[in-house]
C-alpha cells in the first residue's frame, strides 16, 4: 500500500465528519399573506412584493381569496398577515383579538360595469339609483357572491337602495373578481369591481363603467399582523417588517408607482 492510499483513507473520517456537520445554507424568510383577489389579479403584488423582497429578504407567499375567507384564514393561524378590503369586518378582526392593530395603506374606489348599451338606463355616478334600477329591470347582473370585500359592498350598497330582491337576473359565482369579470363579459350583465382589477381585465367584450364617482364607492385597504398571542407559530416579526414597509415612504411610493396604461391603480394613504 503506498504511502498517498494510507493519507488517504486517514483523511476520509475526517471529511465525513466535516460534511456532517456543515452548517446548513442560510434559507429566506418567508410568510403567509392572506390577500384579496383584487389585489392578485390587478397585478400589485408582483409588483410590489418583488420591492419588499429587495428591502428585506424576505419572501411572501400570497394566498388570495375574498376578504371574507381571508380573515377565516388568519382566524385559523394559517396566515402571518392580513391585505384586505372591508373596513367593517377588520375592525371586527381587530376587537376579537386576532390582530392588535389595523393599517391602513392604500385605496381606489369600485365601479359599476356593464353592456356598452346599457339596456336598463343607469350610467351616472349614483350607485343606489343604479342598483334600484337593476333590481326593477330584473337586469342580468354577476354577484361574486363569495364574502370577499367586494361583495360585502355590494349588500351595502343594495341595502342603501332598499333592495331585498334583486330579480331573476342575479346570479352569485362564488368567485373571485376576475372570474366574475369573464362571466359579466360573456352573459353581457352587469357586475361591481375594483377598478383595479377592471383596469387589468384583458377580457372586457362590450362591458364598459358605467357608474363612478358617487362616495360610496371609496375602497380602503388595510393590513394587519396576525396576533402571536393566539397563535404563537405566526412570524410576526417579520409580518410586521412588511406592514412597516408597506406604510412607510418607500412602500407608498412603491403603490403608486404601479400603473396600467398610464393609469394608477391604487392610492397611498397610509396614516403619517
Known amino acids: 500500500m503506498t504511502l498517498s492510499t494510507l493519507l488517504r483513507r486517514a483523511a476520509m473520517p475526517a471529511l465525513f465528519v466535516a460534511a456532517t456537520w456543515a452548517a446548513p445554507a442560510v434559507q ?16 400589485l403584488f408582483a409588483h410590489l412584493l418583488p420591492a419588499f423582497k429587495k428591502a428585506s429578504g424576505i419572501d411572501i407567499k400570497v394566498v388570495a381569496q ?8 388568519a382566524r385559523r393561524g394559517d396566515a402571518d398577515v392580513l391585505f384586505v378590503h372591508d373596513q367593517v369586518a377588520e375592525e371586527k378582526f381587530v376587537a ?9 395603506v392604500m385605496y381606489n374606489d369600485f365601479v359599476l360595469i356593464g353592456p356598452a ?10 350607485i343606489v339609483q343604479a ?20 361583495h360585502a359592498a355590494e349588500l351595502r350598497f343594495w341595502k342603501a337602495a ?60 388595510g393590513v394587519m399582523v396576525v396576533n402571536p398571542a393566539k397563535f ?6 417579520d409580518a410586521q417588517q412588511f406592514v412597516d414597509w408597506v406604510t412607510s415612504p418607500a412602500g407608498q411610493d412603491t403603490i403608486a408607482s404601479y400603473k396600467v396604461n398610464g393609469q ?6 397610509a396614516e403619517k
Open 162 to 221: 332598499g333592495v331585498e330582491d334583486m330579480g331573476k337576473g342575479y346570479k352569485a359565482c362564488g368567485c373571485g373578481m376576475g372570474p366574475a369579470l369573464n362571466m359579466a363579459s360573456s352573459m353581457g350583465a352587469y357586475v361591481l369591481s375594483d377598478r383595479g382589477t377592471w383596469l387589468s381585465f384583458k377580457n372586457p367584450g362590450n362591458l364598459k363603467i358605467l357608474v363612478e364617482g358617487d362616495k360610496r364607492l371609496f375602497n380602503q385597504y
Open 117 to 126: 348599451d346599457d339596456p336598463a338606463g343607469i350610467k351616472g355616478n349614483d
Open 96 to 104: 376579537e383579538g386576532y390582530a392588535t392593530k389595523r393599517y391602513p
Open 66 to 73: 375574498g376578504t371574507g375567507q381571508a380573515l377565516d384564514t
Open 264 to 269: 394608477q391603480l391604487f392610492f397611498p394613504n
Open 131 to 150: 342598483l334600484s334600477k337593476l333590481a326593477k329591470d330584473n337586469a342580468s347582473f354577476v354577484s361574486r357572491g363569495d364574502k370577499s370585500g367586494t
Open 232 to 237: 404563537p407559530h405566526v412570524k410576526a416579526k
Open 28 to 43: 429566506a424568510a418567508t410568510i403567509v399573506m392572506a390577500s384579496t383577489t383584487s389585489t392578485e389579479q390587478s397585478g
